[in-house]
Structures are given as structure tokens and as C-alpha cells.
């Protein structure tokens, strides 16, 4: 569904998001009505839109059951920035690792690289014609046409200011001649443009020249810091220049990066800048994953740096701060947060009671069983069946699922998870991976066409499922 955001009701968000992922309504509705406010708020005047704030979202719900999934394909449907983050990766400020502000940086720059992309794709037809000029002066290895050459001294070149005509006079056949040279060399580099797009010299190599960024981002204080903002102190001079360099590549590469080099050219980098910050401060996303690991205290009477110190810093982003970065200050308040955690050790009402307060949409998702299975093998677009359909064929081995071996692939998973951990839907990985590692193996070269059905999998699988001690390794 390429429909604007607009154009999408909290009911086509769910039914988009049901293409991929099977259950879990709850959540879809959540994150749908979610994504349709912060469209509601855009169509309100500026002094009230800045008074709503968005709703985040907690997803409780054990691994493999679809909430990292949901997240991801609702930025995808938003074409809003977004970014996934682990909290068990950051520190309480002031220690050794990553500190919270870095998802916000990271934010950022996810926005820019969504607005570059747009206006590149702007300018595009523009960037194609100039990189193609470019190419065919490259190719055009032809002599140029010779033109009477100004003599550099200037007495000379006095007098042949003032005797010119006369010497024109003397060759009355050089304008024909400087005519005649230039039809030929339009013709020429007309033959060069058709033959390069048409593909026909792609092989070809050619050596240019292409503006090559310097990095002013050097690490100056590391795990975190100054190079987080983008700030070189060692050499502020040199922060924006660039460099020349030669390169040999062929035609089709050559034509790539000079297409991608001219479209930088015709891009104004801090309007870009600009319209970034504000895309992720009004629509970018953040998701929280494995929030649960930060829940709870520590025993000891140690810091606790990697817990409660970071929920304590999660506390003034979530609910609306400034961070700077290396494109600007940008503001949180209007972000969307949303955090997941499996809960198994933990509960909820371990976060501490202000990071609670600011996480007021609760959703639990349902763990999976036999039945969801199924139509998990079956329903998605990107069903795991048909993506080894996809794998095998470009070997040349056609793969075909009977129903009766779904049936038992799903059958299966539930008693492994049953048995062992649970891990959702991530079971089914293992066990498929298992059950075609001979066809894929043998691919290509082996059988054409590999059927599975219900008794195939039971041989190769059974065994294993049943064993629980040697399930756990393997399964």
C-alpha cells in the first residue's frame, strides 16, 4: 500500500500491518491509532498543536511474537525516521558505554539520510543529464577543433587584436573548416550518449575525477562525546573541505557516482538539515527494545549504572527535552516512544514510577501457539515458506509445502516451545532450516524439485523434537 499517511485510516494501518504479522490485534490498533494522531495534530492551529503530546506506547509480550516486527513496518508505512535501539547498550551518563542521547543523534541522522533520499530522487532527472554531458566528454577522445591560440605576450597579442582580420582574411576557409569540425563532433558524442544508454559500452573503463568528503568526525573522546555531536577539535579548519580523487572504474559505475556527485551538487545541505530536524522531532519514532532487562534493582551496593541509572536518563527524553547534535538542538517532545520488553524476570511495576507514568499505553501481546503457527507459515507476504520458494528457485529447484506438512511444521514448533523456551516464532526458523538443509545443500546440482509434505518432516524432525535433551541444542 503506497498510500500517503493522510490517506491511511487507523483500520488500513491494521490491515497493512496484517499482511506481515498474524494476531496480535491489540497492538496493531494500539500503534494505528498512534500513527493517525500525529496526523490529527498536524491538521491543528500551531498554538494548540504543541500543547498534545503523543502517547507512548509499553508492549508487553514474551520473544519472537511480533513486537519488533509491528514497529518496524510501521515506520516503513509512515516514511517517518526510525530507529531501533537495545536499552541493555546504554549507561547512566558520566560512565563507560553509550548514554541515551545517542538514540536521539542516531534519530537524526536516520531523518537525514529519508530527506537526502527524497531530493535526490527530486533532482534526479537533472543529475542524469549533467553525469551523461560529463561521461560523454570523457569518452570523447577525439581531437578538439583547433582554434587560432591568443599569443600570451602582449605586444603580440595587441597587434593581433589589430591585424586579426587581416590574418582571417589570408584563410577564408577556416570558418568552414571550424564548422565542418564541429558537426562532426556533435555527431559524434550524439553516437556516444545513445550508445550509453543504451547500455552498450558499461564494460568500458574510464578514469575520473569525483569530490570525495573528508571525514571532519574523527573520535577526539571515545566510547562517547564530542564525535557524537560532530565536532573535530583538532582541526576545526578543515571541518567541510573535500578532495579530488582519481578512480578507475567502469562506464556503468562511473555513470552511478557521477549521477549521485551531481545531485550533491544541486542539494542545499542546511535546508536539508533543516527540514530533518524538524521531520524527526514532529514524526520520527524510537523503539525501545529490551526495556524489562533495565527493570529492577541490582542486589549489591554497587551503581548502578546500566538499571535504574538509565531509566532515570530515559526519564527527560521520553517526556521532552533538547539533545544537541551534529545538525542542530532537536526537541523529543514530539516524538513517539515506543518500548518492549518480554517481562519473564521483571514485571512493569518494576520501572520506576515516573518512567511508568510516561509509558501510559499498555499492550500485551499473545504468545503463539499451534494455530497461529499455521497461518504464520501460510498468510504473511514474507512467509518463511515462501522465502526458501524464493531461495531454492534461483538454483533452479522448484520447493513445494502440502498442507500436511505445514500442519506438522506448526504441530512441532508448539511442543518445542512447549517443552524448552519459548521463543515464538523464531522456532520455526530452526526447524525449517533443519528440515531443508540437505535440498539446500545439494542445490545445485541435486533433485529439481523437492516436494515436503507431512511424513518428510515427522523423518527428519521427529527425532529430534522428541529428544528433549538433544532438541535443546539443536531445536
Excluded: C, W
Excluded at 104 to 130: G, I
Excluded at 132 to 148: I, Q, T, W
Excluded at 330 to 350: C, E, N, Y
Excluded at 404 to 412: F, I, N, T, Y
Aim: cysteine-free.
Amino acid at each position: 500500500m503506497n498510500l500517503p499517511i493522510e490517506e491511511l485510516t487507523p483500520r488500513q494501518i491494521v490491515a497493512e500491518l496484517d499482511r506481515y504479522i498474524v494476531g496480535q490485534d491489540a497492538a496493531k490498533r494500539a500503534v494505528a491509532v498512534a500513527l493517525r494522531n500525529r496526523y490529527r495534530r498536524q491538521q491543528l492551529p500551531q498554538a494548540e498543536r504543541d500543547d498534545i503530546l503523543p502517547k507512548n506506547i509499553l508492549m508487553i509480550g514474551p520473544t519472537g511474537v511480533g513486537k519488533t516486527e509491528i514497529a518496524r513496518r510501521l515506520a516503513q508505512l509512515a516514511r517517518a525516521p526510525f530507529v531501533k535501539v537495545e536499552a541493555t547498550k546504554f549507561t547512566e551518563v558520566g560512565y563507560v558505554g553509550r548514554d541515551v542521547d545517542s538514540m536521539v543523534r542516531d534519530l537524526v541522522a536516520m531523518a537525514v539520510r529519508l530527506v537526502e533520499r527524497e531530493k535526490v530522487e527530486a533532482v534526479r532527472p537533472m543529475a542524469e543529464r549533467r553525469a551523461l554531458e560529463r561521461l560523454v566528454d570523457l569518452l570523447d577522445e577525439e581531437p578538439k577543433p583547433k582554434r587560432r591560440k591568443t599569443p600570451d605576450n602582449p605586444v603580440v597579442r595587441q597587434a593581433f587584436e589589430i591585424f586579426g582580420r587581416t590574418m582571417q582574411d589570408d584563410y577564408p576557409d577556416d570558418a568552414e573548416d571550424l564548422e565542418r569540425d564541429d558537426r562532426a563532433r556533435r555527431a559524434r558524442r550524439n553516437r556516444l550518449r545513445k550508445r550509453i544508454l543504451e547500455g552498450k559500452l558499461d564494460g568500458q573503463t574510464v578514469e575520473i575525477e569525483t569530490e570525495e568528503a573528508s571525514n571532519p568526525f574523527v573520535q577526539v573522546f571515545s566510547p562517547q562525546g564530542m564525535e557524537e555531536m560532530g565536532l573535530d577539535l583538532s582541526n576545526p579548519g578543515n571541518l567541510f573541505q573535500s578532495k579530488r580523487t582519481y578512480r578507475r572504474v567502469t562506464v556503468a559505475e562511473a555513470r552511478g557516482l557521477l549521477i549521485e556527485e551531481e545531485a550533491n551538487k544541486m542539494i542545499d545541505r542546511s535546508s536539508l538539515h533543516r527540514e530533518a530536524v524538524v521531520r524527526a522531532e514532529q514524526t520520527g519514532i524510537v523503539f525501545l527494545d529490551e526495556i524489562d532487562k533495565v527493570a529492577g534493582k541490582q542486589g549489591g551496593s554497587g551503581p548502578d549504572v546500566s538499571r535504574e541509572g538509565v531509566q532515570r536518563d530515559l526519564l527527560p527524553i521520553i517526556e521532552g527535552s533538547t539533545v544537541q547534535t551534529k545538525f542542530g538542538p532537536v526537541r523529543t517532545d514530539h516524538v513517539l516512544f515506543v518500548a518492549a520488553g518480554a517481562f519473564h524476570i521483571s514485571k512493569p511495576s518494576d520501572l520506576i514510577p515516573e518512567l511508568q507514568g510516561r509509558l501510559p499505553i499498555r499492550v500485551e501481546l499473545e504468545s503463539l501457539g499451534e494455530a497461529d503457527f499455521r497461518r504464520i507459515l501460510r498468510e504473511p507476504r514474507n512467509a518463511l515458506t515462501k522465502q526458501y520458494v524464493k531461495l531454492l528457485a534461483a538454483d533452479g529447484v522448484r520447493l513445494e509445502f502440502e498442507e500436511s506438512a505445514l500442519d506438522e511444521l506448526a504441530r512441532l514448533a508448539a511442543e518445542v516451545n512447549a517443552r524448552t523456551e519459548n521463543i515464538g516464532a523464531r522456532r520455526l526458523h530452526t526447524l525449517m532450516e533443519k528440515l531443508l538443509e540437505e535440498a539446500l545443500f545439494e542445490a545445485p546440482g541435486g533433485p529439481e524439485a523437492v516436494r515436503v509434505d507431512g511424513a518428510m518432516v515427522r523423518e527428519r524432525l521427529g527425532g529430534l523434537v522428541a529428544d528433549v535433551d538433544l532438541s535443546r541444542f539443536i531445536l
